[in-house]
């Protein structure tokens, strides 16, 4: 028998239908804005959630491609509304993007819950939007797909590929060291960025839009696809088309997001050799859907999955590269054997019928698994003394040697520390010690900003030194590369032992052994600990005051606690 709802089943019909004086109302303000009741009355209302603004570099296509959905929900029957939410960027806002995850979160989450909404299209990818949109719609469980923006162009600079922010921290690496001049700096400027789309290496937007297709979130292949390749726009159509069948279906987040569908999402991530925030972002995600990832999966699972995409940082090539070779879905196709193949996904069909016509076009891009970058996934959760709640580090972007490395701390308090002494000639470091940044977490940062790939002093820049151990508690681009601890949770603002480390303290860091130890004796800790003074808080009022008394740590997915607690939110009462 059918499940398909009826026009009269429409959560929207609490707002059009009927004759109450508020129905009145709906329809006529409806009318207002020049429909009449043909192009609206029985279909379902499907909200386009766009994360555009004048401000939002990866997003400067969503203008059109918001056309492009209404042009398919139309063609299906329903009743498109554009409706903006917080165009959270990773470019502009300060002082982290990461603040505004959960205030997307929440507005996309009372957006679809306050007005008359049937369905969402979900349209993001700058890194945190993914997410964002991904937990406010998990938790309203009304049908919804995602659209990802997909990556830029290629950046070219004087005849060589450039790729986002990977390019970027290896020749300001470069210029520091006096190997390039202003003149090749500048002209990297006008190259890099060539076309709407976001990063176009293996970073968070690339790895969070390959999460939300592997859990089932987009259309197969979507996320692959560059922002401004024609089969973009026709991919926004059929999201259009697609989410307005979601609708009279009932297929909603939570029939999809499931455990399996998780660990399908962990192993593509490893298999991608995805950013590092991807482990935050996850354990939020599975949170929304009622489910609990602990560190301690993402290192199973990446101890069995070989990363096979050949992609900056962690290797050669570029997300159109990626495309060409036949994207995610070529990879999954490749990888299928570690996947749950009987997850449904937005089609209405199950990840393994998405990968029957799957199939690698260039197989240096995307390599066979028998022939993979590295044999082992790309993300480790370290623990230890220093981390008793975990940390994470990428191994495949860093320097082999420094994977097992024990060596004496250089302390920096915080990030303005940092900036004022890191260059400074009589800064007692050399290429064996190990930089640590205190106070850069989610409630220190705030907002836990990318500030963990700690630049290397310059005076070992010029020594030829491009890698070195550095470990603090804020997390990292993921188009970063270096033997970078990141994460470290409980962080030091409030308290954890990172805040106990001192110049000279021997920390060894062990990958092989998954180890994070700083060389100190118990009694020497508690004693450290006594003397601990806790600093004030970063806020007192507004926004900033809500998120740091809520903002959980970053192995909890640093969502807000009380979003995860009490009953339901109700339906709002319509009069
Ligand atoms: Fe938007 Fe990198 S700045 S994805």
């Not at 495949?396 to 940092?418: I, K």
Request: aromatic share 6%; with cysteine; charged share 20%.
């Amino acid at each position: 028998m059918s499940t398909r709802k009826t026009p009269d089943q429409l959560r929207s019909q609490l707002w059009f239908g009927g004759d109450a004086l508020r129905s009145f109302a709906h329809r006529s303000r409806t009318k207002q804005m020049g429909y009449s009741a043909e192009d609206f009355a029985g279909k379902p209302v499907i909200a386009i959630i766009n994360t555009w603004s004048d401000l939002s570099t990866c997003h400067s296509h969503f203008r059109t491609r918001a056309d492009e959905v209404k042009r398919g929900v139309w063609q299906a029957g329903g009743f498109p509304v554009e409706l903006p939410g917080m165009p959270v960027n990773e470019t502009y806002m300060k002082p982290s993007p990461m603040m505004y995850r959960n205030f997307l979160a929440m507005e996309t989450e009372e957006l679809l819950r306050s007005q008359p909404v049937d369905g969402a299209v979900l349209m993001g990818g700058c890194d945190k939007t993914t997410p964002g949109l991904l937990m406010g719609a998990i938790t309203m469980n009304l049908p919804a797909i995602y659209l990802p923006a997909g990556p830029m162009l290629r950046g070219n600079w004087n005849g060589q590929v450039l790729g986002s922010g990977s390019d970027v921290w290896k020749y300001w690496a470069e210029k520091r060291a006096g190997t390039i001049g202003d003149c090749e700096w500048s002209e990297m400027e006008d190259g890099i960025a060539r076309s709407a789309g976001h990063c176009m290496t293996m970073g968070t937007a690339s790895t969070m839009t390959a999460i939300a297709e592997t859990l089932g979130m987009t259309l197969p292949g979507a996320s692959s696809i560059p922002a401004v390749d024609a089969n973009h726009p026709r991919m926004a159509t059929a999201c259009g088309r697609r989410i307005v069948e979601m609708v009279w279906e009932d297929l909603k987040p939570r029939d999809i997001l499931t455990e399996e569908s998780f660990r399908n999402a962990i192993t593509a991530d490893m298999a991608i050799g995805g950013s590092t925030n991807a482990i935050i972002h996850l354990v939020a995600l599975a949170g929304r859907a009622g489910l609990n990832l602990d560190l301690k999966t993402f290192d199973e699972i990446s101890d069995r999955t070989p990363m096979i995409a050949n992609i900056r940082p962690s290797g050669e090539y570029l997300m159109e590269d990626f495309y060409y070779a036949g994207g995610l879905k070529a990879l999954l196709g490749e990888i299928r054997a570690l996947l749950n193949l009987d997850c449904v996904t937005v089609t209405g069909q199950t990840m393994g019928q998405n990968l029957e016509s799957a199939r690698v076009c260039n197989a240096e891009v995307i390599r066979p698994v028998d022939n993979p970058v590295s044999r082992k996934g790309g993300t480790v959760v370290l623990h230890g003394n220093l981390a008793p709640n975990g940390a994470v580090i990428k191994p495949t972007a860093a320097e082999p040697h420094l994977l097992q490395h024990t060596g004496r701390a250089v302390v920096f308090s915080d990030y303005n520390d940092l900036a004022a002494r890191i260059d400074d000639e009589g800064l007692p470091v050399d290429e064996t010690s190990v930089l640590v940044l205190k106070n850069a977490g989610p409630v220190g940062g705030p907002g836990m900003p990318e500030w963990g790939m700690l630049p290397i002093p310059k005076k070992l820049l010029q020594k030829g030194v491009r890698d070195m151990v550095r470990i603090s508690d804020a997390r990292m681009s993921g188009t970063s590369y270096g033997a970078c601890v990141l994460h470290v949770s409980p962080e030091s603002y409030i308290g954890g032992p990172l805040a106990l480390v001192r110049d000279g303290d021997l920390i060894e860091m062990d990958v092989t052994a998954r180890k994070l130890h700083l060389h100190i004796s118990d009694e020497e800790m508690d004693k450290r600990r006594a003397e601990w003074k806790a600093p004030p808080p970063r806020y007192e009022r507004g926004f900033g005051a809500l998120y740091s008394s809520h903002v959980t740590q970053a192995d909890q997915g640093c969502d807000f606690d009380f979003l995860h607690s009490g009953a339901d939110t109700p339906e709002p009462e319509i009069h």
